[in-house]
């Protein structure tokens, strides 16, 4: 009985899912946002993404009177609102054109800085890589001195030795020469 139950909620959420995938999608992309784009025009049944922080959404009738008036303050033959329209239009190009710029820019200063990262990042891990070896050189000096200062002890020690010998030899030849003379 719960299997069953289960498997029909399981059912009605795919089948939910399944009818949400035939709804019209829509997206308002990044750039959208900041354009002079005519409207994006929706219908009954579809679903708007909106990618920007903020997009205000009007009803047709809204629209059309909107548009009445951009239509009418550029039939008229006043000169004042067609230079302040146009003044207005001109503005939102230059802001948008700026944006772009300012978008590129930034883009570029990432990327610059991306690299730089990189390149440091490299650095990084060469200059290790010569520690690393300049550590290893070191303590194979380090062994080569231990080595060099054994030996130079030993040597020390065998010259000395050498030397006892030779007079100990030499006090007994001279003891010996001394008793053949005598005899």
């Not at 959420?13 to 992309?29: D, I, N, R, Y």
Request: net charge positive; with cysteine; glycine share 4%.
């Amino acid at each position: 009985m719960k299997n069953t139950l289960l498997l029909l909620i399981i059912l009605a959420f795919s089948c939910t899912a399944g009818a949400q995938e035939h709804v019209g999608l829509k997206k308002a992309p990044l750039q959208y946002c900041t354009s002079n784009q005519s409207p994006l025009q929706l219908v009954v049944g579809d679903t708007l993404v909106i990618m920007c922080d903020t997009m205000y959404l009007i009803n047709k009738t809204r629209y059309q009177f909107y548009r009445s008036i951009h239509k009418a303050t550029l039939e008229d033959d006043n000169i004042e609102c067609k230079n302040l329209l146009k003044a207005y239009e001109t503005r939102l190009e230059e802001d948008e054109l700026s944006y772009s710029k300012l978008l590129a820019n930034s883009r570029k200063t990432e990327q610059t800085t991306l690299n730089f990262i990189e390149y440091t990042q490299k650095s990084l891990e060469s200059t290790q890589k010569t520690l690393q070896y300049t550590q290893q050189s070191l303590d194979t000096s380090m062994q080569n001195l231990d080595r060099a200062n054994e030996l130079i002890r030993k040597e020390k020690w065998n010259a000395t030795r050498q030397k006892v010998l030779t007079g100990i030899a030499g006090l007994g030849v001279g003891i010996l020469v001394g008793v053949l003379v005598t005899r």
